[in-house]
Structures are given as structure tokens and as C-alpha cells.
């Protein structure tokens, strides 16, 4: 199961081009949580407990068993905590650019609340500072302009949007953290400018047992790093 980060085009846009490397090879699921476009519901604040409930439901409901559970950026966070609370629906996870709160990075704390702001004012530019800091310089250059400018549509300020901004700003997974018992992934990317790649690593430190991999990419490392990233998540849940 893949759970996609923030933004309310959510699971199509995170796993669209990923989805096809897997399910030759396995079923695939990817929900749209609330705050996409896809998941209607009441628009009140959005907490680990509701998110993570989620995310339990359709995992009960695909009447599968235990699944392997991967979580992007937001995402992290809600099979994190998807795992400390329900670890008989949990076999392997993989959280990937994910954080476990902001409370100690002023960095972190201050590019949410940007976002918030930028949103609720001026959606341009918070479409164009998402981009800016979603992606590396180098793989910004590499696919030029033209390109750049058609990125932008994938994150606009929607009220789902804003609603995921609020939550990353009050998520907090340290209470969680150390009921999680699946064996886990912790991937986090060196040139990662939305999440410093000192929280994947932090992340790690926490999970006992945990394993631990860097990729040389920005924060959207599916899209900048894909055939690494398939890679390494797929030698992680095959492993005896």
C-alpha cells in the first residue's frame, strides 16, 4: 500500500508513474486521504488518529492480511502511526522523507507556516515554492522550463491542501515511535529541501531495528530518482 504525501491531487499524482513498476508483481493499493479531491468529508482538522484510521479501514476492507506499507512526506507519518497502533495489519514498512514532528526545527516550522500563509494569499507563489523546494536544482535544470511551469498545477492551495500544511504543522509521531514493530525502511534524501534529510535520519534513530537508506535526490524522490527508488524499496520487502 502506498500513502501519498501532501496535496489534494493526492495518490494519482504521488504514485501515478510508480504504481506500474509494482503491480505487475503484486496488488497495489493507493488511497486518497481526506484533504484530497477524491475524498470528500466534513473539512475539520485533520489528526494522526483520523488519518491513520484511514488508512486501517482499507486495509481491513482489502480483506488482504498484513500488507507492506509505504508512506511518503505526510504520508510517513500517518503508516507510522498506522504501524504503532495496528501492527498485526503492518509486515514490512518504508517511510520515505517523513519527519516525526517540527517542534525542535525552526526550518521546518517556518516552511509550513510560509506555506500557509503563501496559500491563503498568493497561490502562485506557493505553487512555485512547493516546486522550488519539492525537487533539486539539478533535476529542476534538467527537465527545463516548459516543464517546470506544467509542475506547478500538481500543487495548488486548495482547502484539502491547506488542511494537510495544518496537519504537518501539528503531527507529532514521537509517542508512536517506539511501538512500531514491523522491520522498516527509513529513506531519506540528501538534497531534500521541504524535509531535511536529518529528520529521515532521526526517524531511524527511534525504530528499533530499523534499516536506513540516503538516495541523492530532492524530496520527490519518485519522480527525481524513480528506478533507485523502486529498487531499493523492492529488495526491501522481497528480503528473507
Request: charged share 20%; with cysteine.
Amino acid at each position: 500500500m502506498l500513502v501519498h504525501g501532501t496535496g489534494s491531487v493526492g495518490a494519482p499524482v504521488n504514485w501515478g508513474s510508480t504504481v506500474p513498476l509494482f503491480d505487475h508483481e503484486r496488488v497495489v493499493i493507493a488511497p486518497d486521504l481526506s484533504g484530497t479531491d477524491a475524498t470528500p468529508d466534513d473539512g475539520g482538522e485533520l489528526t494522526v488518529e483520523i488519518l491513520a484510521g484511514q488508512v486501517i479501514a482499507v486495509i481491513e476492507d482489502a480483506g488482504l492480511g498484513a500488507v507492506d506499507l509505504l508512506g511518503f512526506s505526510m504520508g510517513s507519518t500517518v503508516v507510522a502511526a498506522v504501524a504503532a497502533l495496528r501492527p498485526d495489519l503492518v509486515r514490512r514498512l518504508v517511510l520515505v522523507a517523513g519527519w516525526a514532528h517540527v517542534d525542535s526545527d525552526e526550518y521546518l516550522r517556518n516552511l509550513f507556516t510560509v506555506w500557509q500563509r503563501l496559500g491563503r494569499t498568493d497561490a502562485e507563489s506557493f505553487s512555485r515554492n512547493v516546486t522550488m523546494t519539492g525537487f533539486s536544482r539539478g533535476f529542476l535544470n534538467s527537465i527545463g522550463r516548459d516543464a517546470v511551469e506544467a509542475m506547478l498545477a500538481n500543487m495548488p492551495p486548495t482547502p484539502g491542501t491547506l488542511r494537510h500544511v495544518d496537519y504537518n504543522l501539528t503531527a507529532d509521531l514521537r509517542p508512536l515511535l517506539p511501538g512500531i514493530r514491523a522491520r522498516t525502511l527509513v529513506v531519506g534524501c540528501t538534497q531534500d529541501a521541504t524535509i531535511p534529510v536529518e529528520h529521515s535520519r532521526a526517524l531511524h534513530g527511534a525504530i528499533a531495528g530499523s534499516t536506513y537508506a540516503e538516495i541523492d535526490s530532492g524530496h520527490v524522490v519518485m519522480f527525481e530518482k524513480q528506478e533507485e527508488f523502486v529498487e531499493k524499496v523492492r529488495e526491501f520487502i522481497v528480503a528473507a
